[in-house]
């Protein structure tokens, strides 16, 4: 997490400094012929789409409820240059709703231009007919439309308000998204009697990064009772503005954990309310958050409250135990082999846990929940765990912002050892977890708030490939694979098999051949010990051509055949799930009546200074047999963009020598 936190920033609204005033020219109608004369634009000349301005404003004004209402605006002009773009046409906006009040949208206007002959011609939408609402879930549905008369090259732009009774919901700011954006720019004023964290996120630098300081005047009636109630008064209001200019689209790249994590946003927490309000924190505290969890019938309080129910089947899960280690691991076991995950991206519990034992399903959450309290029916020190898996995005250390949190596993310990354990993944071994929960900040939810850290550079995946050929009878290839696959392979492995049966997995093990071959004696053991990797075995036969030159990759099946760092530059971390030691040993004959003509040079090669990885491709040949050693370490897995050239350069050495070829020429 030390690295991640340079990239993640902090950052108190007060603390923010100031550079550029330039001023934002664009104005919602404006559309000229010259605005159509660029066919590419020199921030991505392939872009399908690219926005031109997109400029946003959040303000605070009075309303009839005795308080404040945020208002928010939006306006964008985006161009459209051939039918691949055609889906930012597409847009939503976001209504929040808590069941008893709702977001308000007062205002949209959205318009097409298209040049025909030489003129600017436009298409409204209708508003009336054109929009449509969509309900995602309990607080949150979406306004959406489709702007109509949609051309190659058209120019889009929409220009909405919306009104807000809800405080916390002071609108993010996303800079960065899936097109470029030439200008992309929020302003935000914020009076002294609100105080907001700010969230801020990204790689791209800002344009502008301005602070003022200004008074004004506020005014808000109260019509809750029988007289209404008018006040007015003035105080300091901050007034903010934050703009990027050419910001390249964020592009999904290999080993990324979610963009979400990556792209230049802004959010913004309510952290406490100021005077003239009666001053009090809405954030909190960990500790405080924890103990408010604690209490939750739907966390907390079902973990020890009126678990009787537990006793039924204490004995069958912990029968026959001989210490505290093993109780546990008969209670894990129990509940893993038994439960079926019907959801792996949930907090709370949404049934009781005494329904989830009986029904024999339920969230990650509740089996985990469950896990916990029948440890603690037995005895042992267990406690539930939050953390947000890598698809979710990152958490937060310094804040406890409850919602970027989506999963929840248990922790042990027994004597001075913790194992930390998630019941609800099928065949996971007994203090494993799977690699989308290492990704940085979690917390166990006790008195004290305990932060924990899953980093991706604490997991290794070692795998060892052993091939040893020889010539047989007639001249061709007989030989045998031994293999232990990592830790999380071993899983997929099981996985598959379990989908699919044995006899298809080794048929698309088969499929990576080349040539003639025939396996046999296959066998995989391990294959229910979920506690150690898998071991796969297997003999097999290969035709050899007759030819006068004959070529053999000495990797085998094995190797990596592409660099998996396509892109020539990355703007953002490499997040891959794990470090990799992988080892490959092979021993094999020269084939009869040839001789070897031509063989791969051997290399050492390091990653960096720090010895970071390191790439070891040794071969020999001696008397007929040939002895080749390979060996890939990684012993990170976290990247700063800045070192991407660095890793790519590596793996184009990896892939070279991967492929490269022994050639053998028959005897003359």
């Known amino acids: 997490m030390k690295l991640r936190s340079l990239f993640i920033v902090l950052l108190a609204i007060n603390l923010l400094s100031a550079y550029s005033q330039e001023p934002s020219k664009i104005k919602f109608g404006k559309i000229t012929p010259a605005d159509f004369e660029p066919k590419l634009y020199s921030v991505d000349s392939s872009a399908n789409a690219v926005v031109i301005a997109d400029i946003g404003y959040s303000e605070f004004e009075g ?34 709703d808590d069941g008893r009040m709702e977001e308000e949208l007062l205002s949209l206007k959205a318009v097409t231009y298209n040049l025909e002959n030489g003129k600017v011609v436009e298409t409204k939408l209708d508003t009336k007919t054109g929009v449509f609402k969509d309900k995602i879930n309990k607080n949150w549905s979406v306004k959406k439309f489709t702007f109509p008369n949609i051309k190659d090259g058209s120019i889009i732009e929409y220009e909405y308000k919306t009104k807000s009774d809800f405080k916390f919901n002071l609108q993010p700011w996303t800079f960065q998204g899936n097109y470029p954006r030439l200008w992309s720019e929020y302003n935000v004023s914020i009076p002294e009697f609100y105080y907001y964290v700010t969230l801020a996120q990204g790689y791209h630098p800002f344009f502008i990064k301005d602070r003022k300081e200004r008074r004004d005047n506020f005014v808000y009636t109260d019509n809750s009772n029988i007289q209404t109630e008018r006040e007015s008064f003035s105080c300091s209001v901050a007034d903010f503005r934050w703009a990027m200019k050419d910001v390249p689209a964020l592009k999904e790249e290999s080993f990324t954990s979610t963009l979400k994590n990556h792209v230049a946003k802004l959010e913004f927490q309510l952290a406490e309310y100021r005077a003239p309000f009666v001053p009090k924190p809405v954030m909190g505290s960990w500790t405080s958050a924890c103990e408010d969890m604690l209490k939750d019938e739907s966390f907390g309080l079902q973990l020890t409250k009126d678990n009787g129910w537990l006793n039924d089947v204490m004995d069958e899960a912990t029968g026959g135990s001989k210490n505290e280690l093993e109780k546990a691991q008969r209670i894990y076991c129990y509940l893993r082999d038994n439960m079926t995950c019907t959801n792996h991206n949930r907090v709370f519990a949404e049934k009781n846990l005494r329904t989830v034992l009986k029904s024999r399903n339920g969230s990650e959450a509740e089996i985990n929940l469950l896990l916990t309290a029948m440890l603690k029916k037995a005895d042992l020190n267990a406690e539930p765990v939050i953390l947000s898996t890598r698809d979710h995005g990152y958490a937060y250390a ?55 850290e899953f980093v991706s550079d604490s997991l290794t995946e070692s795998k060892i490939t052993s091939v040893f050929i020889i010539n047989d009878e007639k001249g061709d290839f007989s030989g045998s694979i031994q293999q232990t696959p990592g830790y999380f392979e071993s899983n997929s492995i099981r996985d598959r098999i379990k989908e699919k049966g044995r006899e298809n997995f080794f048929n698309e093990y088969k499929k990576g051949w080349t040539g003639e071959v025939e396996m046999e004696k296959e066998n995989i053991d391990s294959l229910n010990k979920y506690d150690f990797p898998v071991a796969i075995k297997y003999d097999f036969k290969m035709k050899m051509d007759k030819e006068d030159i004959l070529y053999f990759n000495p990797m085998f099946i094995e190797g990596i055949k592409e660099n998996p760092f396509k892109s020539a530059q990355r703007f953002y971390p490499v997040e891959m799930p794990y470090a990799v030691d992988e080892t490959y040993l092979l021993r094999l004959d020269v084939p009869k009546g040839y001789v070897v003509d031509e063989m791969p040079k051997q290399l050492m090669l390091k990653l960096n200074e720090e010895n970071d990885g390191i790439f070891e491709y040794r071969i020999t040949e001696s008397n007929g047999i040939i002895s080749m050693r390979s060996r890939l370490r990684i012993s990170r897995a976290y990247f700063l963009p800045e070192e991407y050239e660095m890793l790519r350069e590596f793996f184009n050495y990896v892939v070279k020598k991967h492929n490269e070829q022994i050639v053998f020429k028959k005897k003359s």
């Open 63 to 96: 309303n009839q409820k005795g308080s404040f209402s945020l208002v928010f605006k939006n306006f964008r002009r985006a161009r459209i240059l051939n039918k691949n773009g055609y889906d930012l046409a597409d847009v939503t906006i976001n209504i929040y």
């Open 398 to 452: 310094m804040y406890p912002l409850i919602d970027r949190f989506n999963y929840v596993i248990s922790k042990l310990r027994i004597g001075d050892k913790e194992y930390f354990l998630d019941a609800s993944q099928p065949r996971m071994g007994f203090g494993r977890l799977g690699y989308e929960c290492y990704n940085g900040h979690a917390r166990v939810v006790n008195p004290e708030a305990t932060p924990v």
